[in-house]
């Protein structure tokens, strides 16, 4: 008797098993065929949430000229390498492979991947070669993205004027600080579709197009610019002085011709953007 009424209970214990079971089934494939139902678009947005992202789309700065259209400031595309330090397996392989790439030393790649547990600049602003070269590596979690790096042709002759941007191309100094809101450009936006690593493998669509900055025209002379640098330093070199600066003005128009300190700074080298060089003593002093 009692034989029978246990196998009655596992029988029925089965049976509700298997109707929940089907139920559930019966659920997924409702959910699935029935595409204008709210259960099917909970789901679909739950997917979405996981695999699909905005990504932000870099832009230019505007270009600086003088009063002859002779360019004193303009950006180019760059990438900086990045990784994410979760998925990267950082063997002593892997790292002397990406401190080859990028000339730099296995030391300080541990050094980054230490300080942060998410993100991690490798390199900012590299030449897009080199980029590929390190994509090519083909490491898990590596990646790289598009930016623009600030360039002066005119270098030390115009930097207490133009100035210069930070590594994240925000003005800092002279006309790139006071015209920030000009030269600025505006960042666009795309949505993408990534993978479990964080990899983007497919482009869904364009959300917002980049849009360059505005240019600006100096009334700088760069002929007499070029000329007031040379002369005065040469005089702080004869009378040994500490600094010096010189300004040439339009008598008719009150314009800045040429505006020239002592001493400068080469603006494309940021190891001398020190504040004894950077200093715009003919406007400060």
Do not use: C
């Not at 099917?40 to 270009?63: M, P, T, W, Y």
């Not at 960042?187 to 505005?214: P, Y």
């Not at 500490?242 to 003005?249: C, K, P, Q």
């Amino acid at each position: 008797m009692r034989g029978r009424l246990y196998n009655w209970r596992v029988a029925l214990l089965w049976f509700a098993l298997a109707t929940a079971l089907l139920a559930l089934l019966l659920r997924l494939v409702y959910l699935q065929l029935n595409a204008a139902g709210k259960g099917h678009a909970f789901l679909k947005r739950q997917g979405d949430i996981r695999v699909l992202s905005n990504e932000a789309i870099a832009a230019g700065r505007g270009e600086i000229r003088d009063r002859h259209g002779d360019l004193l400031a303009y950006s180019t595309p760059v990438q900086s390498v990045w990784l994410n330090p979760g998925v990267f397996e950082p063997s002593q392989q892997n790292l002397q492979a990406l401190a080859a790439v990028l000339d730099t030393s296995v030391a300080q790649i541990k050094r980054r991947l230490a300080a942060n547990q998410s993100f991690v600049f490798l390199r900012r602003q590299v030449e897009p070669a080199t980029a590929q070269a390190v994509l090519a590596l083909g490491l898990n979690g590596v990646h790289a993205q598009a930016e623009y790096k600030r360039f002066y042709p005119a270098a030390e002759f115009a930097a207490h004027i133009v100035g210069f941007t930070d590594v994240e191309d925000r003005g800092q100094e002279g006309v790139e600080l006071a015209f920030d809101h000009i030269l600025q450009g505006q960042a666009g936006q795309r949505k993408v579709m990534r993978n479990a690593l964080g990899e983007t493998i497919k482009d869904i669509g364009l959300l917002k197009a980049a849009s360059s900055g505005g240019q600006l025209q100096l009334a700088i002379d760069m002929n007499l610019q070029y000329i007031a640098y040379r002369e005065l330093k040469a005089a702080v070199a004869e009378h040994d002085a500490r600094s010096g600066s010189l300004v040439i003005l339009d008598v008719d128009t009150g314009e800045v011709l040429a505006l020239v300190n002592q001493p400068s700074y080469n603006v494309n080298d940021r190891s001398q953007l020190l504040p004894a060089r950077t200093r715009n003593r003919a406007l400060i002093d």
